[in-house]
């Protein structure tokens, strides 16, 4: 499975855009990148995933370096409700198995 | 649309003893899982189900007993819970298990096993 790296933590203000970065240098052609976020103790929240193209959906948009080894997930307008952790996933297979490796992900606190 | 719903939120047990979790989902979704997650662990698949009537086994197995009876429902035993069962389990649900198909959780149940 390719591995993701992230930043521990970040910080930015309410209202302006909170861009995600993420490494994942070892991504084979056909593996999906997929953004989760976990709030407090809740079940993970599937954000936005996408293979090669940018995309954009009404919570965040994807951006997905021309070579794919890595991408930023981007929230435009930051809100309170947005501080979480984040998770940069590579979607692989092992055999029949969905195998979903989180890592710790990235704490986003968004500030007043 | 509910979702993928799971009961109970909280469990207490003693060693030993049996409960089911229960994980439900609205979306007429083909593949559902059940991943634990536990401190410093990141989450971890325990079963699987590609179908009703079928399941398989994730990288956890041990322990816990799953069966797809029917395309909603997706639950999880524990035969004789122990210790190192305390963990907070999450089911998911999505489409299929394509590459392109999002997994969709619940809030997850918290066991604690005394």
């Known amino acids: 499975d390719a591995k993701t790296t992230q930043p521990p933590s970040m910080d930015c203000a309410e209202g302006r855009a909170a861009n995600l970065p993420c490494n994942h240098s070892t991504i084979s052609g056909n593996e999906y990148v997929y953004w989760y976020r976990q709030i407090h103790s809740q079940g993970p929240q599937y954000i936005i995933h996408g293979l090669k193209n940018n995309e954009t959906n009404e919570m965040a948009s994807l951006i997905i370096t021309e070579d794919r080894k890595s991408s930023t997930l981007i929230l435009p307008h930051a809100t309170l409700r947005d501080t979480a952790v984040y998770y940069c996933?590579?979607?692989?297979?092992?055999?029949?198995?969905?195998?979903?490796?989180f890592g710790k992900g990235i704490t986003l606190s968004v500030r007043p | 649309n509910a979702g993928v719903t799971q009961t109970p939120k909280f469990q207490v047990l003693k060693t030993g003893q049996s409960m089911t979790l229960q994980c439900a989902q609205d979306m007429n979704h083909e593949y559902m899982s059940w991943y634990r997650q536990d401190p410093g662990m990141g989450l971890r698949l325990i079963h699987y189900s590609v179908g009703a009537g079928i399941t398989d086994q994730g990288e956890v197995p041990n322990g816990y007993n799953v069966s797809r009876s029917t395309t909603e429902d997706f639950p999880l035993r524990l035969l004789s819970a122990a210790p190192s069962q305390t963990s907070v389990y999450f089911c998911?649900?999505?489409?299929?298990?394509?590459?392109?198909?999002?997994?969709?959780f619940g809030n997850g149940t918290r066991l604690t096993v005394t």
């Open positions: 998911a649900s999505s489409r299929d298990r394509g590459w392109n198909s999002p997994l969709h």
């Open positions: 996933i590579v979607r692989a297979y092992t055999g029949a198995n969905s195998k979903l490796t």
